[in-house]
């Protein structure tokens, strides 16, 4: 039997059209799903934020023209409380004092103030961390002071984002000195600190 070219077209295009059909088919069964649409939540949303990056050390400080250096430690972190050692130097020539409780505040990433509340001694956020009590604290030339944060990134809001600070700013006699870091407030916004003390130098 002769088949004519008018009945070789269709045949021929009809085998094509199988083949991609088939081979699609077959490259499909063996694919992963595609992933669900992004969900979009309202701005300033707290699940929408993204979350605060893990501390990193700063960068290794020099002396400031103030003479003063500030330097803050890792903070110690144990079922949702913070401890952090912030250290004041004498890195000049001349002796400093420094008095009471440490005027500090929190900016975020953006260097806006954020709405914190201070609490001098620390009790209000743990009985844990050792207050020696305001003070005048004498600092020679090579000498440090230190005073402690402390604060718990509970989290228990669900209206506004958590608080979170990037920049603590340490008021002083001779201006103010401020050292970077992870300052993770949750939704409390109580930030504790405890008084200056001088560092014992080891003999």
Known sequence: MIV???????????????LAGCGAQAHGAGAA?????????PPGHPLGQPPPTVWSPPPTPSCAGSGLLLYAGPPDAAMGLRVQTVTLTN?????????GYPRVRLLDGDGEALKVTIDRGARRVTTAVEDPGPKEVTVRPGRSATFTLAWRNTYGGTTRPPAVGATLVVTTGSGRQHVSGLFDLGSTNLL????????????
């Open 4 to 18: 004519s070219p008018a009945v070789r077209v269709p045949v021929t295009a009809a085998a094509l059209i199988c």
């Open 33 to 41: 799903p595609a992933p669900p649409a992004a969900t979009t939540l």
């Open 91 to 99: 890195c000049g020539d001349t002796v400093r004092r420094v008095k």
């Open 192 to 203: 504790g600190v405890t008084a200056w003390k001088p560092v014992t130098v080891k003999r």
